[in-house]
Nanobody
Framework: VQLVESGGGLVQAGGSLTLSCAAS????????MGWFRRAPGKEREFVAA???????YYADSVKGRFTGSRDNIKNTVFLQMNSLKPEDTAVYYC???????????WGQGTRVTVSS
């Protein structure tokens, strides 16, 4: 499975961005997809996960601000990020867990910078 992220950029605090992740496989055949991020000098952390059978999960730090959605026709998942904060600055990675055995595939990342 190949994953290609897009939509990152520079935004002021309080602003919004929408990240996209296009998958090379039919997304309904993938158990779940998710977003992670790595801030400068920090470990990679979980942001959100979307299970195709139902259920979206978010890290506490983004709950209420970030919302995931998907387009099964385009095999794409989205991450709508609102009320962005400088601490959201990171490289965001899309990931796929095809068979519920762990995050098998990763995208190349897209950078999000939130200025104060």
């Amino acid at each position: 499975v190949q994953l290609v992220e897009s939509g990152g950029g520079l935004v002021q605090a309080g602003g919004s961005l929408t990240l996209s992740c296009a998958a090379s496989e039919r997304t309904f055949s993938i158990y779940r997809m998710g977003w992670f991020r790595r801030a400068p000098g920090k470990e990679r952390e979980f942001v959100a996960a979307f299970i195709w059978s139902g259920g979206n999960y978010y890290a506490d730090s983004v709950k209420g601000r970030f919302t995931g959605s998907r387009d099964n026709i385009k095999n794409t998942v989205f991450l709508q990020m609102n009320s962005l904060k400088p601490e959201d600055t990171a490289v965001y990675y899309c990931a796929a867990d095809v068979t519920n055995r762990g995050w098998d595939y990763w995208g190349q990342g897209t950078r999000v910078t939130v200025s104060s």
